[in-house]
């Protein structure tokens, strides 16, 4: 069983920059994979970036590459979201997942959620 917990999440002008947590419960976190998606409101859940349980492989969706990060500390339990040069259209509610399995970029593919952070970004 796996817990999730995010934070860092909320207001932002359009270009500036947020880095989002999620904080991992369970001794086994570092076998699995870890995954940001978002949901704004009216818009179904969608991936944005997925990272493998060593770190050494990171997958972004074609909106966010270039712009945001997904990083992995084992040591602490953790997983980073470092989003730069953010639009309006990246407001969202953020939900960290885990996996264990390999990568998948549809959200029923993942084990277990946290309860999400709101990212807005103004214009």
């Known amino acids: 069983q796996v817990q999730l917990v995010e934070s860092g999440g909320g207001l932002v002008q359009a270009g500036g920059s947020l880095r989002v947590s999620c904080a991992a419960s369970g001794s086994f976190f570092s076998n699995y994979a870890m995954g940001w998606f978002r949901q704004a409101p009216g818009k179904e859940r969608e991936f944005v970036a997925a990272?493998?349980?060593?770190?050494?492989?990171?997958y972004s969706a074609d909106s966010v590459k270039g712009r945001f990060t997904i990083s992995r500390d084992n040591a602490k339990n953790t997983v980073y979201l470092q989003m730069n040069s953010l639009k309006p259209e990246d407001t969202a509610v953020y939900y960290c997942?885990?996996?264990?399995?390999?990568?998948?970029?549809?959200?029923?593919?993942?084990?277990?959620w946290g309860q999400g952070t709101q990212v807005t970004v103004s214009s």
């Open positions: 990272i493998s349980w060593s770190g050494g492989r990171t």
């Open positions: 997942a885990a996996r264990d399995g390999p990568y998948g970029s549809s959200a029923l593919l993942w084990d277990y």
